[in-house]
């Protein structure tokens, strides 16, 4: 009963968020966002998928902030996407509903949230949905998946210098690594420009009528990546 509440009380939340944002969702994608929910809920009650805290706002701190990023960002029609350390799926599910032209493979080192994955999936029956259970820093040495990216996806993973690291080996010539991150940034940006001067890298706001104005949230993106 409890879960059936928070999930007809986001879904509203959903629904007229995105309205006001000029994001029409058809009924068919209000409802894979409904079962992804229902899914969440449901496993997070066994195990570690999002905080306790978070179940109450899935819809505003999980969906609403990854589609966010297309207020920002101009994914180009069957953009492939690498979502690194996907853990529940964010950024790159709610993007993939939202844009079904997406190619998208979520990477992710821990069995169970791949499995949680994979459950999901089964149900939405999206296509062009990869996951894959291994580390970020393994799977950019595997020639399949060498140069086979435009944009390589991460929420709260590593510091940037990292992330570019591990994963500059996915990307395409002259695409993008888009790094979701909070809170100050300033050191890692700074430490990033130090070690590698010849890459271009972005530091953009995530504004969107979609999240609360005030939300201290950044797209790291970093670009020209031809090495």
């Keep these: 009963m409890k879960n059936k509440y928070l999930v007809e009380n986001q879904i509203a939340c959903l629904i007229k968020t995105t309205r006001h944002a000029n994001y029409h969702l058809s009924d068919e994608q209000i409802e894979h966002f ?15 998928l999002i905080s306790k805290n978070d179940e109450i706002r899935v819809v ?12 920002i960002i101009d994914f180009p029609i069957n953009s492939c996407i690498i979502d690194i350390g996907t853990g529940a799926g964010f950024p790159g599910l709610p993007l993939k509903i939202i844009r079904p032209d997406l190619n998208l493979m979520l990477l992710d080192s821990k069995r169970f949230k791949t499995l949680f994955l994979t459950d999901v999936l089964n149900i939405l029956k999206l296509s ?10 393994i799977a950019c040495l595997k020639p399949a998946l060498n140069r086979k990216f435009d944009f390589v996806m991460s929420r709260a993973v590593a510091n940037i210098s990292t992330i570019y690291k591990w994963t500059n080996k996915f990307l395409k010539p002259e695409a993008s690594i888009l790094a979701l991150k909070g809170g100050d940034i300033e050191k890692e940006i700074e430490l990033f420009r130090k ?16 999240i609360k104005s005030d939300s ?3 797209i790291v993106q970093i670009v020209n990546c031809t090495n």
């Design 34 to 48: 409904k079962q992804y929910l229902i899914k969440l809920l449901q496993w997070n009650n066994r195990i570690n």
């Design 60 to 71: 505003s701190r999980h969906f609403l902030e990854s589609i966010a990023i297309f207020d």
């Design 128 to 137: 062009n949905v990869e996951v894959i259970k291994e580390r970020a820093e």
């Design 195 to 210: 070690e590698y001067k010849m890459i271009d890298v972005k530091v953009l706001p995530l504004k969107s009528l979609l």
């Design 216 to 218: 201290n949230i950044f």
